[in-house]
């Protein structure tokens, strides 16, 4: 083995957060977007270093050809995916999945639910194009060697995505303040089985999404109305033991939440709140699929 032309461990690493901030947003996996970076720590591995001369843009390509691999086998499980569909929750973790102040665009920051549920929408292509440009900063010539594409196509890729981007993410910043208060009346009015004061805490046009997977019991479409919610919700609350329960607060893809612990101290579901302009909570995402639920810990 050539030894100088070897890459290090060392040459790999201060890129790792930037590939797996790439890799989660192309796959909303934060279990196959570890795995996408760690196959591109091995090609890099037995690449001729000496002919890199960007190794940030050589692994950008990289991971991006392996997500979009990884992605045709995804969209066929899509297809049968039983029930709504939802990212895999990043819980008090987002500097692990943030690409660093190197990306200064403000979408390069944002793991939301609704930033994550608008890339799932966009084709594999358009999604790679917008994200290596928009929130990665590559140049298009950059994003054309990556895709295959020519630069005009890449062009129209990104700017596809960037319509449906702008027209899907909310654009809200919520005061901390107003993000506990309002997870503070959530969570004390299903503890109380309060509907009405659930029901003051939504946006009328309130949505709830919930995402068994088919492996365990969810709402099957979403939810729309802040009063059908707000029953729903406190209908399943009043199906938990507290003995046998617990709930602790969460960060969850950069939104308040929580995370419900079993007992012996088991995962069983993660909920995240959405918030509005007009300090109301807009959207709940409560995931419950255990195979999404791995790496929350107590």
């Known amino acids: 083995m050539n030894t100088a032309n070897a890459p290090q461990a060392d040459d790999f690493e201060p890129h790792r957060r930037h590939l797996r901030a790439l890799a989660y947003r192309m796959l909303g996996s934060r279990t196959e977007a570890d795995d996408a970076v760690q196959d591109a720590w091995l090609r890099w591995h037995a690449a001729d270093r000496a002919s890199v001369q960007n190794p940030r843009a050589f692994l950008s390509r990289t991971v991006t050809r392996l997500c979009l691999d990884r992605i045709k086998s995804a969209q066929a499980q899509r ?54 440009h928009d929130v990665f900063d590559m140049d298009f010539g950059e994003v054309a060697a990556a895709l295959g594409r020519s630069e005009s196509a890449c062009r129209q890729l990104a700017s596809r995505a960037r319509t449906n981007v702008r027209a899907n993410r909310p654009a809200v910043k919520v005061a901390p303040e107003v993000e506990q208060r309002l997870a503070s009346v959530f969570v004390r009015a299903l503890f109380e089985g309060d509907v009405d004061a659930l029901a003051q805490a939504l946006a009328e046009d309130a949505r709830l999404v919930s995402d068994g997977g088919g492996r365990v019991t969810a709402v099957p479409k ?38 419900v612990f079993t007992a012996q101290g088991e995962p069983e579901q993660t909920i995240a709140l959405e918030i509005d302009a007009n300090d109301a909570i807009s959207a709940i995402y409560v995931t419950r699929n255990p195979d999404k639920l791995r790496s929350v810990h107590p």
């Open 79 to 132: 297809e049968v995916y039983v029930g709504s569909w939802l990212p895999e929750p990043v819980v008090d973790d987002e500097a692990q999945f943030q690409p660093g102040p190197e990306a200064a665009h403000e979408l390069a920051s944002d793991l939301s639910f609704a930033f994550m549920l608008t890339l799932e929408r966009l084709s594999p292509l358009e999604r790679a194009a917008f994200l290596l």
């Open 222 to 259: 979403p939810l729309h109305g802040r009063d059908r919610i707000a029953k729903a919700l406190v209908g399943f609350a009043r199906l938990y033991d507290p003995a046998r329960y617990r709930t602790r607060p969460a960060r969850i893809n950069g939104l308040p939440g929580f995370v």
